[in-house]
């Protein structure tokens, strides 16, 4: 079993930014693909951002590409999503996954490990 927890969610005004971390325990493997996801009241979750194994290689939805950058530190078995140019259409809650596979994803089942997420608000 995999554990991540979630830490740097907040409120902040529009135009600013936040950087969320994601912290993996237990059977941990810096060999995880780990991937970011949000879900707003009452929508769907859905794909934020992707980091492959290795870190060189990374994919975004397009509704953050240019804002958002995502990255990891294999020591210390950590991602992080730092979100830029923060409007009000990015509240939601931010979830860290992982999956048994080195190769980035962008579907939710693709996932093997969920966090149990982090509130991001943006004020207008």
């Known amino acids: 079993q995999v554990q991540l927890v979630e830490s740097g969610g907040g409120l902040v005004q529009a135009g600013g930014s936040l950087r969320l971390s994601c912290a993996a325990s237990g059977r941990t493997n810096s060999n995880n693909a780990m991937g970011w996801f949000r879900q707003a009241p009452g929508k769907e979750r859905e794909f934020v951002a992707a980091?492959?194994?290795?870190?060189?290689?990374?994919y975004y939805a397009d509704s953050v590409k240019g804002r958002f950058t995502i990255s990891r530190d294999n020591a210390k078995n950590t991602v992080y999503l730092q979100m830029n140019s923060l409007k009000p259409e990015d509240t939601a809650v931010y979830y860290c996954?992982?999956?048994?596979?080195?190769?980035?994803?962008?579907?939710?089942?693709?996932?093997?490990?969920w966090g149990q997420g982090t509130q991001v608000t943006v004020s207008s």
């Open positions: 980091i492959s194994r290795s870190g060189s290689s990374t």
């Open positions: 996954a992982a999956r048994l596979m080195a190769t980035i994803a962008t579907i939710m089942t693709q996932y093997n490990y």
